[in-house]
């Protein structure tokens, strides 16, 4: 059995009290398999701000902390999302994978961790889940595993912050062979405009999951998606598809307000978190709206694949 440990990645850009608004960089060490990163946000006033920052997420709060979290190895990003993306997308496979309670500790003390999970613990099997951890070996050609973090607003001078990596040794080959799977999160802003949309410009292969906002002016009230000719969701509306999802164990958006998250797609109810859609930038979708919308639809994508190296 290898050794889990808990190691502190240090800043090497400063970010800590009174940071000014701004992107901030960590380089995390290699020679590691990471299961987990939590962001860790310590107020020191009794008065903490929430640490997720997105108005127009279902957890943002006007005024946290943070705003986008972008991975990348060898300068390459293979994941990027604001705070409250994040959260969404962690708490749809339970609550309890997301951001810590605001609570945890007391007085100036009070702290808040958000997960970024690799090792995925809600996989039915252990075996796939112990697999999706990032084995950041540099014989595989990973030469930097960098994590930027942008400041939604400026850091209270009380404040602290830090990363904290749940790692252990690297192995030769992932669990029962073949290649080493890492998700990968990309994010999308899809046009709305009037009642009803057809949308093709996903280009992705594997996903996993499709997560969308509601535009302005209407909620997303049914999704209908081909691959090829092939009919995967026909017409489905939003209370059918939040029903088939918690019926899985899953915890799906339910908005019907603009600027929050109203329609999870998730492609195998039967076996809700292993499959991925092998869609090689086939996918297909059409969206039909409860009223005449404008803007955009925030929308973030999750595949699998083996590192960008």
């Not at 808990?6 to 020679?31: D, E, F």
């Amino acid at each position: 059995m290898r050794t889990k440990r808990i190691i502190l990645v240090p800043s090497n850009a400063g970010l800590g009290a009174s940071s000014a608004v701004g992107t901030y960089i960590y380089t995390l060490p290699k020679g590691v398999r990471y299961a987990r990163l939590d962001l860790v946000y310590i107020d020191g006033s009794g008065a903490p701000i929430d640490i997720s920052s997105d108005p127009t997420g279902d957890f943002g709060t006007a005024g946290g902390l943070l705003g986008d979290i972008e991975l990348q190895t060898n300068s390459k990003t293979f994941r990027i999302h604001s705070a409250c993306d994040l959260d969404h997308a962690n708490t749809l496979n339970g609550t309890q994978y997301g951001r810590g309670a605001l609570k945890t500790g007391a007085a100036a003390t009070l702290r808040q961790p958000l997960p970024i999970w690799f090792r995925e613990p809600w996989r039915k099997d252990i075996n796939q889940a112990d697999s999706m951890a990032f084995n950041c070996d540099p014989t595989w050609g990973i030469n930097t595993f960098q994590i930027k973090i942008t400041l939604a607003v400026a850091m209270p001078a009380t404040a602290t912050f830090y990363i904290l990596a749940y790692v252990d040794d690297i192995t030769p080959n992932p669990n029962k062979g073949g290649l080493q799977a890492l998700k990968r999160v990309y994010r999308y802003y899809l046009p709305a405009n009037g009642n009803a949309g057809d949308y093709t410009q996903i280009a992705l292969n594997n996903i996993q999951t499709i997560l969308m906002v509601n535009p302005t002016g209407g909620y997303i009230q049914k999704c209908t998606a081909k691959l090829g000719g092939l009919l995967l969701r026909d017409a489905v509306y939003q209370p059918d598809n939040v029903a088939a999802m918690i019926g899985e164990g899953l915890n799906p958006a339910v908005s019907q307000v603009a600027g929050h998250f109203g329609y999870d797609l998730v492609w195998d109810y039967d076996d809700p978190i292993q499959s991925a859609l092998p869609a090689a930038g086939n996918l297909w979708m059409h969206l039909d709206f409860s009223a005449a919308t404008t803007g955009i639809i925030r929308t973030l994508v999750e595949t699998l694949g083996a590192p960008d190296v």
